[in-house]
């Protein structure tokens, strides 16, 4: 590996389970804190505070960078529950075993958000790279501020894809504010508007990538693209400034650009990038979208400062606070009002102009006129118009959106312009009673409830993720996804958490207890060192392939489902990957249908093990918003726990779809004979339909418990997919041991079978309709013929695309 490439894997391992640096000031239980006493605790350099800061007329609760009393250098870089009201100067905060807790009068506010009491803490640390972490007894790391960054991101610190910053008001308040840095799913990092989709049309600043799974400051100061399939490659250096003993960190500011800030030892900072670079758009701060709020229109003074002013007829929201738009100060008359009205529009409204003003594209209507007034009196008729704005050079008139929003005035450079506002008379001049809209007066809808939802936008945007990734969870019975708000703390409980490497060692006495092997690795039994000691695991050392651990980990580590096998944890050091997995007490499915020696699984068993299979196929494929496709499913990679219950296991091949894509580009993976005849090129689209056709495969061979490639050949047959459309046909017998085998049931699941074997992907049921089917939920109808590809060759008992597969 080379050296460049280590140190990113090392930075995005460490990142990942939060070990950046060695732990450094340590806080024991039973520690405390006031805002006016012992404020707060150090870093061993003393560079970053964890504690009570001063904000507005009372306290918060964050870390300080330079905390320095009554010194502008010192710098806020989180704050835990931002927007919440200041705390008052009675207020002590402890660390103890439910986390850090602070007290109120009003009652206590727990700020870590643990899982259950099963966790014991020990000790937390300040440490020298602005984290703040909290240890349980092991040693483990069970909470960190890292994980839930506020603006600002520190040299080390990710913020994972789907996740954000969002900025803060001003300098001197960290409650959430007005703009939004986005590491999408898609991979390109975008700057909005908070509050707004993640279209172009909001956003104003975009890196273009694809792909990438999360965004890390290095601690040269340059920020770089994360990808967990590629191996963490660096990718974007941004800047050159390695300035030695500086501390980088990167923060979305309050005005809404992005800047990357340098502090060395005496704590001077200074701007070493910003996004959008001045130079792009002459230091125009109106070309942040959203600088100005709705209704408003940004004016730039080219110093560098920019004004927000209202439209005519439109009134600040605040005055103190212009930044949050303008509503209506006219009423707005319903349609039908004006309309049977026995006078005309002018009654009711008047034409404002306003020259040299602009809005990026967002017109409902756009059409040529002849004049300026007739561009005028086409939006004073027609009744959704409230503004429109006249090209004279092109004699072009767009008929705007409502609310306006992202309006900015021209320079003097650029072509002239007119726009035109509908503006309601102060005394109505029409003989009618008309009613204004609804109840809603002289009020913007949308606007009065902004300032909640910037709060909203906040805690949604990272609540979203964890939903996301954590909740969408499959309901038995139902097929609904149910995404649960609210069940963080679950969610915290079912994450994959950091095992050390001795800690591993101890647990599996050395290694002792080998129970199984794979092409990856060994498996070894152990018992379980922390939280509810002496559960039985599965450890599995993986032979150097890295690939394979972070796509495990990125896979299963994100999905909870009773029939997929749970990832509890990893271990990574040295030249050694590990995996740690709850203990499937009953071994493979391969173990249990293929092993002569073994009692084969009652009829019952078997339709609960398929059933078992599909759902959780099913809940890879559609429980959450990005598709995962497993890639090798066979009954070896199908494990059955101590209850009974089957559970998918080995999601290393396992590719993930970006939301909204139902194909996906990709390297062929998978075991030949299990795998789908549309996915045997090297290189292919693929869609989750190449698990159906795996699945087939598995279902006749837990069927009939026989290999789907016929070692002798069955009446006739060399694989069970022919001979199992013979047997459906009436034309052969049932000769499969277990006497309580229900005809019926058989027959309709050999059918689902057949389907899910079809040759073109586009015919076979997606796993939802094969649960549906499996659940005698829908009708099955009878099969086409088997593919004449599955047919095995009869001199070497293989199918041509398992030798194809062998070959390639
Ligand atoms: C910070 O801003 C929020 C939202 O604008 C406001 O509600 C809060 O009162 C402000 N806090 C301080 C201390 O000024
Ligand atoms: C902090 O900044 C303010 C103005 O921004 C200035 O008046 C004050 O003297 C500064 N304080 C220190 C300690 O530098
Ligand atoms: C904070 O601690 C002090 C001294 O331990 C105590 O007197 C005070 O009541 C505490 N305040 C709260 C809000 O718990
Ligand atoms: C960054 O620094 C390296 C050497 O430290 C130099 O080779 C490279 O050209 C620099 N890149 C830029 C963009 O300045
Ligand atoms: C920090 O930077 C300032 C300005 O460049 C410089 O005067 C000062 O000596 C630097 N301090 C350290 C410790 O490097
Ligand atoms: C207004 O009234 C005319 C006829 O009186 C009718 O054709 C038209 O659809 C009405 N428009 C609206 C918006 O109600
Ligand atoms: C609308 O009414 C005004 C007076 O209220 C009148 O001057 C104008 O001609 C009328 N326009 C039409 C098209 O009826
Ligand atoms: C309509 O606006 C124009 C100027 O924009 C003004 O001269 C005229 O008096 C207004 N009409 C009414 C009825 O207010
Ligand atoms: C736009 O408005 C004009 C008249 O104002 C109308 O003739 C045209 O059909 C409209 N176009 C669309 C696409 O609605
Ligand atoms: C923008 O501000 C300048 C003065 O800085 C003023 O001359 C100009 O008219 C303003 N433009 C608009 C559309 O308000
Ligand atoms: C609008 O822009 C044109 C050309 O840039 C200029 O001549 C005119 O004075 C501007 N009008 C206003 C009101 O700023
Ligand atoms: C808002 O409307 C009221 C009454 O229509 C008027 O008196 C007031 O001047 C308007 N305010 C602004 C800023 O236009």
Same mark, same amino acid.
């Given at each position: 590996m080379e050296p460049e490439k280590a140190s990113a894997v090392l930075v995005l391992i460490a990142s990942l389970i939060g070990i950046v640096g060695a732990p450094d000031s340590f806080i024991g239980t039973g520690s405390i804190l006031s805002a006016t006493g012992n404020t707060a605790w150090l870093s061993i350099s003393g560079k970053f505070a964890f504690g009570f800061y001063k904000e507005g007329s009372g306290f918060a609760v964050g870390i300080n960078f330079f905390p320095k009393p009554n010194s502008n250098h010192s710098t806020v870089i989180w704050t835990a529950d931002r927007d919440?009201?200041?705390?008052?100067?009675?207020?002590?905060?402890?660390?103890?075993?439910?986390?850090?807790?602070?007290?109120?009068?009003?009652?206590?506010?727990?700020?870590?958000?643990?899982?259950?009491?099963?966790?014991?803490?020990?000790?937390?640390?300040?440490?020298?790279?602005?984290?703040?972490?909290?240890?349980?007894?092991?040693?483990?790391?069970?909470?960190?501020?890292?994980?839930?960054?506020?603006?600002?991101?520190?040299?080390?610190?990710?913020?994972?894809?789907?996740?954000?910053?969002?900025?803060?008001?001003?300098?001197?308040?960290?409650?959430?504010?007005?703009?939004?840095?986005?590491?999408?799913?898609?991979?390109?990092?975008?700057l909005y508007p908070v509050n707004t989709p993640e279209t172009g049309t909001h956003a104003y600043w975009a890196l273009g990538t694809r792909g990438y799974d999360g965004l890390v400051l290095d601690h040269e100061g340059s920020l770089r693209l994360t990808d967990l399939n590629s191996g963490g490659q660096p990718f974007f250096a941004w800047l050159n400034s390695s300035q030695a003993m500086s501390v980088h960190f990167l923060r979305l500011e309050a005005d809404g650009y992005l800047r990357i800030y340098s502090r060395n030892q005496s704590g001077l900072m200074m701007v070493s990038a910003q996004y959008p670079a001045d130079n792009n758009n002459n230091n125009n701060k109106c070309f942040i979208k959203g600088a100005c709020g709705l209704n408003s229109y940004c004016n730039s003074t080219g110093n560098g400062d920019a004004h927000c002013l209202c439209f005519p007829g439109y009134v600040?929201?605040?005055?103190?606070?212009?930044?949050?738009?303008?509503?209506?100060?006219?009423?707005?008359?319903s349609c039908e009002a004006v309309n049977a009205s026995t006078s005309n529009v002018s009654a009711f409204?008047?034409?404002?102009?306003?020259?040299?003003?602009?809005?990026?594209?967002?017109?409902?209507?756009?059409?040529?006129?002849?004049?300026?007034?007739?561009?005028?009196?086409?939006?004073?008729?027609?009744? &959704?118009?409230?503004? $429109?704005?006249?090209?004279? @050079? #092109?004699? +072009?008139?767009?008929?705007?959106?409502? *609310?306006?929003?992202?309006?900015?005035?021209?320079?003097?450079?650029?072509?002239?312009?007119?726009?035109?506002?509908?503006?309601?008379?102060?005394?109505?001049? &029409?003989?009618?009673? $008309?009613?204004?809209?609804? @109840? #809603?007066? +002289?009020?913007?809808?949308?606007?009065? *409830?902004?300032?909640?939802?910037?709060?909203?936008?906040?805690?949604?945007?990272?609540?979203?993720?964890?939903?996301?990734?954590?909740?969408?969870?499959?309901?038995?019975?139902?097929?609904?996804?149910?995404?649960? @708000?609210?069940?963080?703390?679950?969610?915290?409980?079912?994450?994959?958490?950091?095992?050390?490497?001795?800690?591993?060692?101890?647990?599996?006495?050395?290694?002792?207890?080998?129970?199984?092997?794979?092409?990856?690795?060994?498996?070894?039994?152990?018992?379980?060192?922390?939280?509810?000691?002496?559960?039985?695991?599965?450890?599995?050392?993986?032979?150097?392939?890295?690939?394979?651990?972070?796509?495990?980990?990125?896979?299963?580590?994100?999905?909870?489902?009773?029939n997929l096998v749970r990832l509890l944890g990893f271990c990574h050091e040295g030249s050694d990957w590990i995996l740690v997995y709850e203990y499937m007490s009953r071994g493979s499915l391969a173990d249990l249908i293929f092993q002569s020696h073994e009692a084969p699984p009652s009829w019952k068993q078997r339709v609960s093990i398929a059933m078992d299979v599909a759902r959780g196929l099913y809940y890879l494929h559609e429980g959450c918003d990005v598709a995962i496709i497993h890639g090798d499913i066979k009954p070896d990679n199908v494990l059955i726990g101590d209850d009974g219950i089957a559970k998918i296991g080995d999601l290393g091949l396992a590719k993930h779809l970006?939301?909204?894509?139902?194909?996906?580009?990709?390297?062929?993976?998978?075991?030949?004979?299990?795998k789908a005849p549309d996915w045997a090129k090297p290189c292919d689209w693929v869609s989750p339909k190449v698990d159906v056709v795996s699945f087939g495969v598995l279902l006749l061979e837990l069927l009939c418990l026989k290999k789907f490639c016929l070692l002798l050949e069955l009446d006739g047959e060399f694989n069970l997919a022919s001979w199992a459309y013979k047997f459906l046909k009436g034309q052969t017998k049932w000769q499969v041991p277990g006497e309580d085998v229900d005809a019926e049931e058989l027959k309709e699941m050999m059918k689902v079978a057949l389907w899910c074997l079809h040759g073109s992907p586009e015919k076979r049921p997606s796993m939802y309709d094969v649960v549906m089917m499996l659940g005698r939920k829908k009708i099955v109808e009878f099969p086409p013929v088997p593919l004449l590809d599955w047919n095995v060759r009869a001199d070497t008992g293989r199918t041509p695309m398992a030798e194809e597969a062998e070959r390639g």
């Open positions: 919440h009201q200041p705390i008052p100067s009675n207020a002590n905060l402890t660390f103890g075993n439910e986390g850090l807790v602070l007290h109120l009068d009003e009652g206590d506010r727990i700020i870590t958000d643990l899982y259950d009491g099963t966790l014991q803490l020990a000790y937390a640390s300040m440490q020298d790279s602005g984290n703040f972490i909290v240890y349980d007894m092991y040693r483990n790391m069970a909470w960190q501020t890292f994980d839930n960054p506020t603006d600002t991101l520190m040299a080390g610190q990710e913020i994972p894809m789907g996740h954000n910053l969002i900025s803060s008001v001003s300098a001197n308040n960290q409650s959430s504010g007005r703009f939004r840095l986005a590491m999408q799913r898609d991979g390109n990092v975008v600040y929201i605040d005055p103190s606070r212009v930044v949050m738009g303008c509503e209506r100060n006219f009423t707005r008359w409204y008047n034409i404002s102009r306003l020259l040299n003003i602009t809005w990026p594209d967002d017109n409902y209507n756009s059409s040529t006129v002849k004049s300026e007034h007739e561009c005028s009196d086409a939006c004073f008729r027609d009744c &959704n118009c409230y503004a $429109a704005l006249f090209l004279p @050079s #092109e004699k +072009l008139c767009n008929k705007q959106r409502y *609310p306006f929003q992202y309006g900015i005035a021209l320079s003097d450079q650029d072509e002239p312009t007119v726009a035109f506002f509908k503006v309601g008379l102060a005394e109505q001049k &029409n003989q009618l009673s $008309a009613k204004p809209v609804g @109840s #809603e007066n +002289l009020r913007v809808p949308g606007t009065v *409830p902004l300032v909640l939802s910037l709060l909203l936008t906040a805690t949604f945007a990272v609540v979203l993720d964890f939903l996301i990734f954590f909740l969408c969870r499959y309901r038995m019975g139902t097929y609904r996804r149910l995404c649960e @708000s609210m069940e963080t703390g679950l969610a915290k409980a079912m994450a994959p958490r950091f095992f050390s490497y001795k800690q591993l060692m101890d647990a599996t006495d050395g290694y002792k207890e080998e129970i199984g092997e794979g092409k990856y690795g060994k498996v070894f039994k152990g018992l379980l060192p922390t939280g509810d000691a002496g559960t039985p695991i599965a450890v599995k050392k993986l032979k150097n392939v890295r690939e394979k651990f972070r796509n495990e980990l990125k896979s299963i580590g994100r999905v909870h489902h009773r970006q939301p909204g894509n139902h194909i996906t580009y990709t390297r062929s993976r998978g075991t030949p004979g299990y």
